[in-house]
Each structure stands twice: as structure tokens, then as C-alpha cells.
């Protein structure tokens, strides 16, 4: 049966159907917000907007009581990486770390603690006579252990590091600092993934330490193309040798030295007619890209990449 919005039926797995029902509707209004965002003016704005603001809150309902399965969660991340991917343009070689970065979007398991913990400061915050707060006491008295106080549990142990949640003495405050601490050492572990991904460590790495959106982004090829090099997926020849492992690397422009990004938008002779006479050197880079307050090297970027895709597939034929 249904209740409040969640369904429930009997049995140990009592959230099993309202699980399904999540991803259906997570999966549904994945197909339907692109639908609406590939033929817009914008489709990598209006897709992290509705995705954040009408698919998150439909998948998240009572979120803070209700305990998903790993694999749901994963699923529903799953789900957010790929309208993120296809928003910015990406293709099999895109790591789902940078998808995240260029979206700044949290994850769902991020999202679940924040939900979690949070509730967890309104029940000890609340008045005594309330009946939640004396089922909430009577189960943690009595040792009782559900599926909800096993992950309050769980999460408290993952993100009690230096807390100080538990010095406020307000809801609000509470919940500040939750949100506050969990955002961080989720912030955290996304860098340190970021640092180990092998396409992610030369550049992205490097120039790109929080998760933010990128305004550069419109979702027209071009864009495809500069996201491309800023996230180490660009199909150069050395990251085709890095996937399939029988591609020669050598640049089929010049046949002077491997191909990769760096090659491309600076050394390159073939491309020397559409590259600025600032772009000299690897300092560069991160202008180049986009990386940064101020950056406006990226419209020249794009006239780099567009140029050698044509002159690639001329050389390939």
C-alpha cells in the first residue's frame, strides 16, 4: 500500500517496490528532461537545472527516513552521470569523475547522508513529547537495530571526523554543520579520485579543485570538442593507444611526435594558421582551456579543435 507517498508491502525487503518505482521514475524523467534540453538554446544549462530542481526532488522523497539499497543509490547516480554526459558532450572515454566536476552536482550518496544526519539533529532537537521522538528513544534505548539507525550509524562513523554538529543547540545549526561537513569530506574524496584517474592526472587534475560549473559550456560541438580536452577524453591518437593499446600515436597531421592535447594545441606545425601567437607554451594551458577566473582563451581553443578534426579526417581517408 501507499502512504505519504512511499510504498510499502510486506515482508523483510517492505521498501523493495518503492525502490523500483524510484529508478522507473529516475529513468523516466532522465529521457524526458534531455528530450527538452537537446533543443534548447543551452542544453548543458537547462539540463543541470532541471535535473537538480525537478528529477532530484522526485528520487529523493523521504530520503531522510527511508533507507535505499546500495545499489539503488548507485543506480540513481548512474542515471545523473549520464544526462550529465550528454549534456556536456562527452563519449566513452569521459570519466564519470569529471561529469561531476563540470555539473557540480552532489552525488546520491552524498545527498542520502545529508538527508540522514540531518533528520538524526531534528529528532534530538525536538521536543520530548512528541511521538517520534519517543519512538526515536525507545528503539535507540532498547538497542533495536533497523535499517535506518544501522546507516545513521554507519554515516556517523564515515563523517564524525572533527565534526561539531553536536555543539549546536539549534535545528538550524545542526543541520548547517551537516551539510557543511559531509559537502566537505565528499569534496575531499572526489579530489583525491580525480588525482588517481590516469586521462584526469596531466590536466584536470591540476587546474580544476572544486566542483563548479564551467560557463563556457553551450552544448553546441565546438563545446563537445574543448570539454573533450579539458577532461583527457579527446580522441587523440595517445588516448586511443591508452584504450585499445594497438594505435599508433604518431600525429597524422605532421607525423613529428605523438598526439595527444598538448600536441595539439600548441606544437602541432599543421595547426600553426589557426593557433594565437600566445599560445607558446604549457602555461598556457589553462587559459586555453578554460580553467579559471577571467579565462578567454577557450574561443581560440575551440577554432584549434574544430580545425583538426576536419584536417584528421581529411588525413584518415
Not at 543551452?42 to 522523497?61: D, E, G, I, Q
Request: include cysteine.
Amino acid at each position: 500500500y501507499r502512504y505519504l507517498g512511499v510504498t510499502l508491502q510486506e515482508g523483510p525487503q517492505y521498501l523493495k517496490q518503492h525502490e523500483r518505482n524510484t529508478l522507473k521514475s529516475s529513468n523516466i524523467r532522465r529521457g524526458h528532461l534531455w528530450n527538452m534540453a537537446k533543443y534548447s538554446y543551452n542544453p548543458y544549462t537547462l539540463a543541470r537545472a532541471l535535473w537538480k530542481s525537478v528529477a532530484v526532488p522526485a528520487v529523493t522523497y523521504a530520503n531522510d527516513a527511508v533507507v535505499f539499497q546500495q545499489t539503488t543509490l548507485k543506480t540513481l547516480h548512474r542515471h545523473q552521470v549520464e544526462i550529465g554526459s550528454w549534456a556536456l558532450g562527452g563519449n566513452g572515454a569521459t570519466a564519470n569523475l569529471a561529469v561531476t566536476g563540470e555539473m557540480a552536482w552532489s552525488t546520491f550518496k552524498q545527498r542520502d547522508a545529508r538527508a540522514k544526519l540531518g533528520y538524526l539533529g531534528c529528532l534530538i532537537h525536538m521536543p520530548d513529547e512528541a511521538y517520534t521522538k519517543r519512538t526515536f528513544h525507545y528503539v535507540r534505548y532498547r538497542s533495536s537495530r533497523t535499517n535506518w539507525s544501522n546507516t545513521i550509524a554507519r554515516l556517523d562513523s564515515v563523517y564524525s571526523k572533527g565534526t561539531r554538529r553536536h555543539e549546536a543547540t539549534l535545528e538550524k545549526g545542526w543541520f548547517k554543520a551537516v551539510t557543511e561537513e559531509v559537502n566537505a569530506i565528499e569534496l575531499e574524496a572526489w579530489r583525491q579520485a580525480v588525482r588517481k584517474k590516469q586521462s584526469l592526472q596531466s590536466i584536470y587534475a591540476l587546474h580544476k579543485s572544486e566542483l563548479s560549473p564551467c560557463t563556457h559550456y553551450r552544448g553546441d560541438h565546438k563545446i563537445t570538442l574543448l570539454f573533450q580536452a579539458r577532461v583527457g577524453a579527446l580522441m587523440t591518437n595517445c588516448r586511443r593507444a591508452q584504450l585499445f593499446g594497438d594505435t599508433d600515436t604518431a600525429c597524422p597531421l605532421c607525423g613529428q611526435s605523438s598526439e595527444d592535447v598538448l600536441h595539439v594545441l600548441l606544437w602541432c606545425p599543421a595547426l600553426d594558421h589557426c593557433r594565437p601567437p600566445w599560445a607558446t607554451s604549457e602555461e598556457r594551458i589553462p587559459e586555453m582551456l578554460g580553467f579559471g577566473e577571467g579565462a578567454h582563451g577557450s574561443l581560440a581553443t575551440k577554432r584549434i579543435l574544430v580545425e583538426w578534426e576536419r584536417l584528421r579526417v581529411i588525413a584518415n581517408q
